[in-house]
Structures are given as structure tokens and as C-alpha cells.
């Protein structure tokens, strides 16, 4: 069952405890085993937001505005592929790897983060830069060391199309996974995966954790699509 999981102090269908929290929207976070919280105004100061500010301060004064690049403590590799047999085509994914990664010999928890429709498994970069929220988080232990992958989902809602011409359900969970936990030393366990995603994303997200809860031990589905 699931457990755990709350938008403010309302709870609703939970997730049993994983082993990392995951916070990739800015006032947007979410943790297994406690309260995921949604602030449209994280910076705001004590007393309330100043007229005209999305926040107060330093900080405040740059919240809505893009993320700044940074060096990267990790690394972020934006050509992976995986040539499908049941696609039948070539499925390109994003992978952002903890600093250390290529030489610690540790098992490493797993994100999905998902796109949503008129994206593609570059977004999360372009337009968040995950991988820099993810170097932030990890180096302030707001989040353990994780691998962190963006598939792309093209416009197929991440299940099998009902005429069977399109089974990326098929794909995602009997090709895809099965090859980035193998290619990238993956715990591989439900407690050490999970999957999130925006929009069609976040359809896909509940989708796959309520049907096969033995997979995942956490989901964060934002602005999920119907």
C-alpha cells in the first residue's frame, strides 16, 4: 500500500518510505515518509511578501526567473539512446550522474522524471536545469547522491497505444529500466527507485506507481494530465 504523502497538511494516497527525498521545482518538494509541500512564494520573508516581489530579499528577488548555469558538480549527459526492438525506433534519454560517480563502486538510487506533451527528454534540462537543482540539493544533503534519468516519451503518454502500435509501457518497463539499471549501477530495488513527472509526465507517473507498486516506492505526478 502507499502511504505518506501530502500536498501542504492535507494527506492524500501515500507512498511507503523510500531512501531520498526529491525536490526539483523551486517551492515545490516532495519527501517519502513525510510532507510534500507546495509554496508559491518560498523566500517570502516572516512578515509577507513584499507588493510586487515573488519573495523577499536576495534570494526572493530572483525566485520565477531561470536558474543560473553552474559548474556542475555532478555530470549531465544529454545523447544517451537505446535502440528499441518494440518501438522500433531509437529512444534518446537525458542522465544526470552525483559527482564521484564513475569511481565510488556504490549502488545509487533512481529518478524517472517524465516530460510533458510538446517536450522531450531534453526539457527538464532546458527549461529547469535539474541537474544544477540536484548538485545544489545533494551538496546540501537535502537529498542523498542519485541518478536521476529523463526518457522521452514522445506523445505517448508513457502506456501502450490501444492499437498496439506504440506498447511504450512495454518499452519503458522491459527494455528501458532493465538497461539503465544495468548500464548505470542501480540499486535496483523499489525502496532505491522512483518516478515523477510533469503534466503527461505526471499522468505517466501515477500510472506506473499505482499499477506496479512493486517498482516504485515513490512518486511525485505535478500538474498531472487526465
Known amino acids: 500500500t502507499f502511504e505518506n504523502c501530502y500536498i501542504g497538511e492535507k494527506r492524500l494516497t501515500g507512498l511507503q518510505d523510500a531512501d531520498f527525498q526529491i525536490e526539483f521545482v523551486k517551492g515545490l518538494s516532495f519527501s517519502p515518509g513525510g510532507p510534500a509541500t507546495i509554496d508559491r512564494y518560498?523566500?517570502?520573508?516572516?512578515?509577507?511578501?513584499?507588493?510586487?516581489?515573488r519573495g523577499g530579499g536576495q534570494q526572493g528577488s530572483q525566485q520565477g526567473r531561470r536558474p543560473q548555469e553552474a559548474q556542475l558538480e555532478g555530470s549531465f549527459h544529454n545523447d544517451g539512446a537505446i535502440e528499441s526492438r518494440l518501438l522500433d525506433k531509437t529512444v534518446h534519454y537525458t542522465v544526470y550522474l552525483p559527482k564521484g560517480f564513475e569511481t565510488s563502486g556504490k549502488k545509487y538510487p533512481v529518478l524517472y522524471l517524465l516530460h510533458g506533451a510538446g517536450g522531450d527528454h531534453g526539457s527538464w534540462q532546458k527549461d529547469a536545469r535539474f541537474s544544477s537543482v540536484a548538485d545544489r540539493l545533494i551538496a546540501s544533503g537535502q537529498i542523498p547522491e542519485m541518478v536521476i534519468v529523463c526518457p522521452e516519451g514522445f506523445r505517448h503518454a508513457y502506456v501502450n497505444s490501444f492499437d498496439g502500435t506504440a506498447p511504450y509501457e512495454d518499452f519503458f518497463l522491459k527494455e528501458f529500466m532493465p538497461?539503465?539499471?544495468k548500464e548505470y549501477s542501480?540499486?535496483?530495488?523499489?525502496n532505491h527507485r522512483a518516478i515523477a513527472g510533469l503534466s503527461m509526465g505526471g499522468y505517466g507517473s501515477l500510472y506506473h506507481s499505482l499499477k506496479r507498486p512493486d517498482l516504485f516506492g515513490a512518486c511525485f505526478a505535478m500538474s498531472a494530465a487526465t
Open 179 to 181: 538497461f539503465i539499471e
Open 42 to 53: 518560498p523566500n517570502e520573508p516572516q512578515g509577507g511578501r513584499v507588493p510586487g516581489q
Open 186 to 190: 542501480i540499486a535496483g530495488d523499489r
